[in-house]
């Protein structure tokens, strides 16, 4: 079975600070990369994707993957306590027919930043 | 707004009740997927659709599940004979897939809950 994990948290930086978020994988052949954050009650909300091995920043959000130690991450620099949330790791692996669609994710990090 | 809507927003029925929820994507994303997400837990794929057709199901999709997506537009999932197991928030998702990227976007979901 196909797996995503996470630290499940709670992580707790101080505002200003950088939060990291790792996450792992099982399937060895998955070739897509996206974190989601989530807010208590509301719905996932994709801020980053990345396919390729090597560092991909947007905004204070850099992801992070390593294919061959299958290990992606997300760093976030400079926190608000606005990104307080849930992050969600998901990844593509290969589907049926050998169409890759299907999300796969991990449980979420809860990630708390004190003002 | 032309992100993923969905409708009703909260949903409460009794146990045995039928339902039916609508998504509507992404006016241009060919892709349609349905997952569902439970307290403490990331999301769970339950079906997909490439344009009108529906490629796969996931054996959490018990046949009292029903979706379609006719004419490749709007998507329904309908819960016959409702179990007090299927309370959680059905998420729709919409994507357009093209040169193996699939970047998904999640609708607010529908908050079921069977009493």
């Known amino acids: 079975q196909k797996e995503v994990e996470q630290n499940s948290g709670p992580l707790s930086v101080p505002e200003g600070a950088i939060a990291s978020l790792n996450c792992t994988y099982s399937?060895?052949?998955?070739?897509?990369f996206f974190w989601y954050r989530q807010y208590s009650g509301k719905s996932p909300e994709l801020i980053m994707f990345?396919?390729?091995?090597g560092d991909k920043e947007d905004g204070r959000f850099t992801a992070q993957l390593n294919k061959a130690s299958q290990y992606v991450s997300l760093l976030i620099r400079d926190s608000q306590p606005s990104d307080s949330a849930t992050y969600l790791c998901?990844?593509?692996?290969?589907?049926?027919?050998?169409?890759?669609?299907?999300?796969?994710f991990g449980k979420g990090t809860l990630l708390t930043v004190n003002p | 707004d032309t992100g993923v809507s969905q409708d009703p927003r909260h949903k409460i029925t009794k146990r045995g009740q039928n339902v039916t929820f609508r998504c509507d994507p992404i006016s241009e994303h060919n892709r349609l997927y349905w997952y569902r997400q439970t307290l403490g837990q990331g999301p769970e794929f339950l079906t997909y659709?490439?344009?009108?057709?529906?490629?796969?199901k996931s054996r959490l999709l018990s046949d009292r599940f029903s979706a379609e997506r006719p004419k490749g537009s709007f998507s329904t999932l309908e819960i016959q004979r409702t179990e007090q197991g299927d309370s959680a928030m059905y998420l729709c998702?919409?994507?357009?897939?093209?040169?193996?990227?699939?970047?998904?976007?999640f609708g607010p979901g529908t908050r079921l809950t069977v009493l």
């Open positions: 659709f490439q344009n009108e057709a529906q490629l796969e």
């Open positions: 998901a990844v593509i692996g290969e589907g049926s027919g050998g169409s890759n669609y299907k999300l796969t």
């Open positions: 998702a919409s994507s357009l897939h093209w040169r193996s990227r699939d970047e998904q976007f």
């Open positions: 990345i396919y390729s091995n």
């Open positions: 399937d060895r052949g998955s070739q897509s």
